[in-house]
């Protein structure tokens, strides 16, 4: 079965640090992968998206930046946080191989990033 | 634009009584509709989709929703509720008539289910 992993769960950061997030897939080859963001347990903001390695799409220009190197493997970064990044970040795969329309998308357990 | 609106932002029940969420939502294709729900500090969890053919759609833990194209509605519902159905819910839609290579969902804000013992 397929699972999606993603570390650490929890992360407090100053103003001004780097930041890396990262999410791997296991169970299954070339999924879609996407990163949102959901702000004060509400709704979802997609960040970013990417259909196969190093394809990455931006839905909103930000402070921040992902990267896909290796085909179940996607990693959220931003080399100067602002306080304005603080919030909970799940990274979400789907099947490609399923009619796209279709195909729901799995979500991991999510990191609760706090900047101070 | 495709869009899904959720227009309760809470939603109470007593245990053993019928829920429902509702969920409304415009696109300019055929719609492609998907429940997730969320239980704290998790991830959002598949419940069900539609996609095409019959309007009652079973999913999950007892969850079922049902399509009305003419109320372009997609309101999630189960006929007794527990108290671990408590959770953060949402909706959420794809627009078969937009072409994205990724088809992107748009969700809804989420309605917080509270059930009561």
């Known amino acids: 079965s397929q699972t999606i992993h993603q570390w650490p769960a929890t992360l407090v950061q100053p103003v001004g640090s780097p930041l890396s997030l990262e999410c791997t897939v296991e169970g299954t080859s070339n999924p879609n992968l996407y990163w949102y963001r959901q702000a004060a347990g509400r709704g979802l903001q997609l960040l970013f998206y990417?259909?196969?390695?190093?394809?990455i799409s931006s839905e909103v220009p930000q402070n921040l930046s992902a990267s896909r190197p290796q085909d179940r493997q996607f990693i959220l970064s931003s080399k100067k946080l602002l306080l304005s990044d603080s919030g909970f970040y799940l990274c979400?795969?789907?099947?490609?191989?399923?009619?796209?329309?279709?195909?729901?998308?799995?979500f991991g357990d999510g990191t609760r990033l706090s900047i101070l | 634009a495709q869009s899904v609106a959720q227009p309760e932002d809470q939603v109470n029940v007593a245990e053993g009584n019928p829920l429902t969420v509702k969920c409304t939502y415009s696109v300019s294709g055929n719609p492609y509709l998907f429940w997730y729900v969320q239980y704290p500090n998790r991830g959002l969890q598949f419940l069900l989709k539609y996609i095409t053919g019959d309007n009652l759609v079973k999913g999950s833990y007892g969850f079922e929703a049902e399509f009305n194209k003419s109320q372009t509605s997609f309101h999630l519902k189960k006929p007794s509720a527990l108290v671990s159905d408590s959770a953060l819910y949402f909706c959420a839609v794809r627009d078969g008539g937009f072409s994205g290579g990724y088809n992107k969902l748009i969700f809804g804000a989420g309605t917080r289910l509270a059930v009561h013992p």
């Open positions: 979400a795969w789907s099947a490609s191989t399923e009619f796209p329309v279709s195909a729901p998308q799995h």
């Open positions: 990417s259909v196969g390695i190093g394809q």
